[in-house]
């Protein structure tokens, strides 16, 4: 099955930097790539997605990069603010009728310092 | 609109206790999942059920049940729980298989200890 690994385990970084996490799959199938983030005592929520036919996708200050070639994708936060301090996922899966079985990296504790 | 909503928010049970932790959608989603989460593992998948009618295993069934109800609820039960079912389980729900319907709504969680 899909096995989905997940660097850094923990990132600290100061309000305004930039952070970056990255995630390598298996399964050449794959072909879509959600990432969430969950902030404490909730469940996930879905940021930003990306799919195998595009290459890289922005909503404002977020951005995730897919390389299918290299089986990896990345999720990059730009002028990052306290409120960005969280647990972020990412996440694969295979379409077809496996479409919602995501698998899940280990996640990512995010730390942004005023 | 609620969203996903899980009962109970947390539960204490001895081991060989019995227990079934409820779920509910009223987004008219068609799937639904069981994960569980525990400290440096991420989420994986117990059970899922793509449609109402159907269910099928994940990565981890193993000392799980669940039951489709109805379109809306999908309950996951713990027959003999055991201390390694200790754990954060959330309930998920999404919508069809087309594209554009793959987000997965998660609910609070419920917060599960067995002694």
């Known amino acids: 099955g899909e096995n989905v690994e997940q660097h850094p385990s923990t990132l600290s970084v100061q309000e305004g930097d930039s952070a970056v996490i990255k995630c390598t799959y298996s399964?050449?199938?794959?072909?879509?790539f959600p990432w969430y983030k969950q902030e404490l005592g909730k469940g996930p929520q879905l940021i930003i997605d990306?799919?195998?036919?595009?290459g890289e996708k922005k909503d404002q200050r977020i951005a995730v990069t897919l390389n299918k070639t290299a089986k990896h994708f990345s999720l990059h936060i730009t002028e990052t603010q306290p409120e960005d301090s969280a647990v972020y996922f990412c996440?694969?899966?295979?379409?077809?009728?496996?479409?919602?079985?995501?698998?899940f990296g280990q996640g990512t504790i995010l730390t942004v310092h005023p | 609109n609620a969203g996903v909503t899980q009962t109970p928010k947390f539960q204490v049970l001895k081991t060989g206790q019995s227990m079934t932790l409820q779920c509910a959608q009223d987004?008219?989603?068609?799937?639904m999942y069981w994960y569980r989460q525990d400290p440096g593992m991420g989420l994986r998948l117990i059970y899922y059920?793509?449609?109402?009618?159907?269910?099928d295993k994940g990565e981890v069934p193993n000392g799980y049940n669940v039951s489709r109800l109805n379109k809306r609820e999908f309950s996951l039960r713990l027959e003999s729980a055991a201390p390694s079912q200790t754990s954060v389980y959330f309930c998920?729900?999404?919508?069809?298989?087309?594209?554009?319907?793959?987000?997965?709504?998660f609910g609070p969680g419920t917060r599960l200890t067995v002694l």
């Open positions: 059920s793509a449609s109402e009618g159907t269910t």
């Open positions: 998920a729900s999404s919508g069809t298989r087309d594209r554009g319907s793959n987000e997965q709504f």
């Open positions: 987004m008219n989603h068609n799937s």
């Open positions: 399964d050449s199938a794959s072909n879509y």
């Open positions: 996440a694969a899966s295979v379409g077809g009728t496996s479409y919602g079985k995501l698998t």
């Open positions: 990306i799919r195998s036919n595009v």
